[in-house]
């Protein structure tokens, strides 16, 4: 089993940043990719950024990618979103989530069904 746990999040004006964080703890080793995923109030959850299992291929959301930078730090079983320019339609509750699915070393998914572990969330509100 393992537990993802997400931290960071907080009330930003817009043109903030902010930085996620996701840790995993259990049974844990390098071998899996991470997402974040975000959930606004009515609307359906997607996908912000992905990173591979060494951090060697990355994938963002069209919404997100000339803004936000995915990172991981495997040592500290700790993956990481670096949110700039922060936009009141960023206000979301993110995700972290764990995919122990990786059919080879680059791999990244953007769907929420290809996961196995998610975390509770962490609540990020941009303010105009």
């Known amino acids: 089993q393992v537990q993802l746990v997400e931290s960071g999040g907080g009330l930003v004006q817009a043109g903030g940043s902010l930085r996620l964080s996701c840790a995993a703890s259990?049974?844990?080793?390098?071998?899996?990719?991470v997402g974040w995923f975000r959930q606004a109030p009515g609307k359906e959850r997607e996908f912000v950024a992905a990173?591979?299992?060494?951090?060697?291929?990355?994938d963002y959301a069209d919404s997100v990618k000339d803004r936000f930078s995915i990172s991981r730090d495997n040592a500290k079983n700790t993956v990481y979103l670096q949110m700039n320019s922060l936009k009141p339609e960023d206000t979301a509750l993110y995700y972290c989530?764990?995919?122990?699915?990786?059919?080879?070393?680059?791999?990244?998914?953007?769907?929420?069904?290809?996961?196995?572990?998610w975390g509770q969330g962490t609540q990020v509100t941009v303010s105009s």
């Open positions: 990173i591979s299992q060494s951090g060697g291929s990355t």
């Open positions: 989530a764990a995919s122990y699915r990786s059919y080879y070393r680059d791999y990244t998914t953007r769907e929420g069904h290809d996961y196995d572990y």
């Open positions: 259990g049974r844990t080793a390098s071998n899996y990719a």
